[in-house]
Each structure stands twice: as structure tokens, then as C-alpha cells.
């Protein structure tokens, strides 16, 4: 029972979210620093969630396959590959790291 319970909460909290980016103003969306600080949260959110599920394991601070991975695809991205030759290197690096017993 206690699943479902969450998933109602869950589920109002999402609606209440939105309502309330429904009721803010139209004059505080077009302020500089609000557009500002709409492109940047998804980039920091999307950064946080990378870095949680490269360096955590378990509740613990961990450097394994997955950080050398996330390395290889950010040595790629300064060497402005394409997005799938970044990924493919962060597959071929983490793999081969696990490969041989890291």
C-alpha cells in the first residue's frame, strides 16, 4: 500500500508543478535572469545525474570502469566529435576497462 501512497503523492505533486509554471506571470518569464536560469537547470540537472550514477555505488564514492568511460566521452566531446563517436568511445573504453578486471 505504501507504493501506491507514493505514487498518488507523486502523481499531485507533478500536477501542482505544473499548475503553478501555469500561474506564474507572463512578465517574470521574459525577465533576463529567469530565461537565463531556464537554460542552464536542465544542463546542471543532467550533470548532477551523470555525476551521481558515474561516482556512487551503493551510497559509496567509487573511481571504476564508469569513470573512465565518462573520461574517454569528455576527451571526445573537447575533440568535438560527433555525438555517436562520443558515446561508441565511452561503451569501447568502459567495456574494456571491465575487460581487464577494472
Known amino acids: ?41 536542465p544542463v546542471a540537472l543532467l550533470a548532477a545525474l551523470t555525476a551521481q550514477q558515474t561516482f556512487s555505488s551503493q551510497g559509496a564514492l567509487t573511481a571504476d570502469a564508469r569513470a573512465a568511460g565518462l573520461a574517454a566521452a569528455a576527451l571526445a566531446l573537447l575533440l568535438r566529435a560527433p555525438f555517436l563517436v562520443v558515446v561508441g568511445a565511452a561503451v569501447l573504453v568502459t567495456a574494456g576497462v571491465r575487460a581487464l578486471g577494472g
Do not use: F, S
Open 1 to 41: 500500500m505504501n507504493v501506491w501512497i507514493a505514487i498518488a503523492l507523486t502523481a499531485a505533486g507533478c500536477y501542482l508543478v505544473k499548475l503553478l509554471g501555469l500561474l506564474v506571470p507572463a512578465g517574470t518569464l521574459e525577465r533576463p535572469l529567469v530565461r537565463r536560469l531556464a537554460a542552464l537547470v
